[in-house]
């Protein structure tokens, strides 16, 4: 289908749901609610239908867009939203088990895309994470003893931060109808969106049972990177489709840095004395120093060293910043073991290229693995010691 | 500089060398020889200047492109080659070590782009491995003890192809000035050749001190992909910036592959029962099996388990090949250890990434590591372990 941008970076997703919203037009937002068996994606992954059935991002390899496309006619139409349920699993005593397309079961919210979705753009844009919310079955007809009956339909809607610990409806009221004190919604809220994962949370609320779709968007990382040589460009654009929001700074002024770097979110140019003022450094920003001098590069791990960032790579031989250590020493200034445990040098996962884009593709690589806490070893290794994983304290839902 | 295209897979620089020489422009070719410290590329490195000035490829991170400039300018002028040392290391001394742009010794070799290289690119286009061999220092001038005079000049040049081991002239001759029986040389050229590195031999020639730059061009990892889901488009592309030839093979009539996979090299539309017939499967393919579909998926991996393939991966988790293994006995099909050592899956290195570009990169990751035989952890961690691999019979030239 021409036209449709299926295999696009999530925050590229993210992005296009804010233009349309600008636009106001009549899109279907579809998202995976639940997955069961093999499936492409996982919950949370979305695509964007207009009204001509063209598709930004994507939910499948391909499988299920043609009838997606379809009940998003039907959710446009009635302008309510839709859970619909594939189910793509083979019965286990098929002799041609398996065979038929795509696998596992995979349910997935249609709705039509309206103002109430843009808090999580927003959200999402201004570097912020949120939890979308949504009720996806409502028990009205509960047969309680007596009690209250619950308040919230099938659709009904909240945002949920971490940062404040609010609970907000789309129009930005306290959400007061909501179970904003029971620890299992919040504790699954806080978490998700953190970690920019999806999930369905069942509640007990006031005697009744609640289901809600708990979609987390995490705010994409920040990257920054120190330098503006050629060999900065293929770090920029790789980090870039792998969500990460680059910024790029240069230490010399006269360099057109935005025009050098089309990739990057946002350039600067400083001083390496005056990383600490023009940045805002975080425990969300990652880390790569690689300015080719050395002087520059070792004001700027010193400042980095000395900030909450969770990763500072530095490219160059190990020996290199065994030089820069001395000279800290020689003016006082020691680091931590946590702090010199942010630092990966040399940089990037031992992948063994030696040309530009390999060498950025290892950076990139180290540069996924650290921020989702990921030892990165071959995945074939990894479900061998599956048990290991969880007892290890790993996430179970991915 | 505008025009000039610094960052590029190392595949576009031969192909860049191969289309000007069909121009006959008089453009100039830089290759890094020899690097001593810390430097960003190493030997066997390219670019090639025009004669605007305009480059593709980098032989470092922008330090040295200027005054490479200058020199191909003179290059061009004389029609002879050039050996340039640039003495990148500052005084340990200094108390600002280090600091003034890049570091180390780099030696470079710059000639005029001529016929007498065209060779080098046609083997690399045609999937063939080959030394180009240039004598740097041919030492005219010894004291012998009334021995012969060594017939190579500064800047004579031989093709070794390692498949069998021929020795050839730029015109095409059989090389028979060149110490063909040295095992020295042949030996290094071999090796070089086939690994895709660089440097320089040290040769006792008839009793004549001889140099030679011996810079061994690979010919790229064949990628084959078969899928044609959306998921397919950044293997695809991240493929292709790593110097994999990609192919990308549907089982489906009616989808226009072409169109649809432009980074690909080359598409084709076969069966699972005829991949045999339809790929030359060889120890330089790498597979991808993305069909999404049971069946097709598991008659490729039959075929491709049983050929010299040297990576096989599986997208899916590793239940669906065991799934596939029952298949396999049921029919009597068993595989070895070391076609089973040969599978990936699931497929990719833990990043733990979940978009279409995460998996992608995880993907290519993994090939990248099984091509350049590396296991694939944090740098930094290698480097501590530098005595156990060089024990391990790791090489040492990078």
Redesign the interface.
Known sequence: MTGSK?????TEVVQRVHERLDADHADVLATIVDVEG?A???PG?KMLLDEGGEGVG?I????L?DDLRTVAESVRASGRPEVVTYDLMDDEDDV????????GIIEVLLEPLDETYRPAVEAFTNGRDVAVLTVLDGDESAEGFGKMRVPLETGARAYYYPDDGSFVTPDGHSASDWPTSNARLTENAQSLAERGRAGVVELDHEGHRLSVFVDGLAAPPNLVVF?????V??VTE?AA???FRVTVVGFRGGVDIEAQFPDADETLTTSPGSVADALDLTERTYAVV?T????DDRLTVETLLDSPAPYVGL??????FE?MRE?FEEEGTTFDERALST????????????????I???I???L??V??????????T???HIHERVAAGASGD?
């Open positions: 299926w295999s696009v970076p999530e093999n492409y994606r996982r992954a994507s499948t390899a391909g499988c867009e041609w088990g398996l065979g038929v397309g795509c696998n330098g503006t040589g050629h060999d460009g293929p790789l489709k792998n969500d690689m080719h001098n050395f002087i490219m160059g031989p190990h020996e290199r030089e000279r630092l990966y040098t040399p940089i990037g996962l031992d992948l063994g290229g030696g040309s530009p884009y390999q950025a593709h290892s990139v690589a180290e996924l693995a921020s989702n806490d990921r030892h990165p070893d071959h995945l074939r990894r479900e061998g991915d």
